[in-house]
């Protein structure tokens, strides 16, 4: 069992009730009241469990500069009252900076016994490989 501190348990209930918040914004047609409360809830959650330092030096590596932009920018967008616009462009950052740990989470989907028949499919599996080659050039260029 995974111990926490006590300031890692505020960081889970604020990241917790951030991705509430967001599932209940996107599901109620992008309430954009919703989408920026859950927002602020999310990204103040970060440092309480990695740290201030640790959560600034992950948004401002040079390679996960474009991401983090994007993901900021999408922020902004939401809280300036254009939520659909806001949430493309926060979907966009996340993948540019969580793309590097893509290949390890497919892999691990791809063992659970339902899941596994969904990445055999042609069109997918092909697109799961092509993504964990794009992460080995990345790795090896960085």
Do not use: H
């Not at 209940?24 to 440092?47: A, E, Q, T």
């Not at 900021?72 to 809280?79: D, F, N, R, T």
């Not at 390890?104 to 659970?112: R, T």
Request: charged share 10%.
């Amino acid at each position: 069992m995974i111990s926490l501190t006590d300031t890692q348990r505020i960081g889970v209930g604020l990241i917790g009730f951030g991705v509430f918040f967001l599932l209940m914004g996107i599901l109620l047609y992008f309430d954009r009241v919703l989408l920026g409360f859950g927002n602020i809830l999310f990204v103040s959650g970060l440092p309480f469990i990695t740290g201030l330092q640790n959560t600034f030096r992950f948004f401002i590596q040079r390679q996960k500069l474009k991401g983090s932009s994007f993901f900021l920018a999408g922020i902004l967008l939401v809280l300036l009252r254009w939520p659909v616009l806001g949430m493309l462009c926060e979907s966009y950052g996340c993948f540019l900076l969580f793309k590097g740990a893509l290949p390890v989470v497919s892999e691990l989907l791809s063992k659970i016994p339902i899941l596994s028949l969904i990445f055999t499919l042609p069109g997918l599996s092909t697109m799961v490989e092509a993504m964990g080659m794009q992460g080995a050039v990345d790795d090896l260029v960085s």
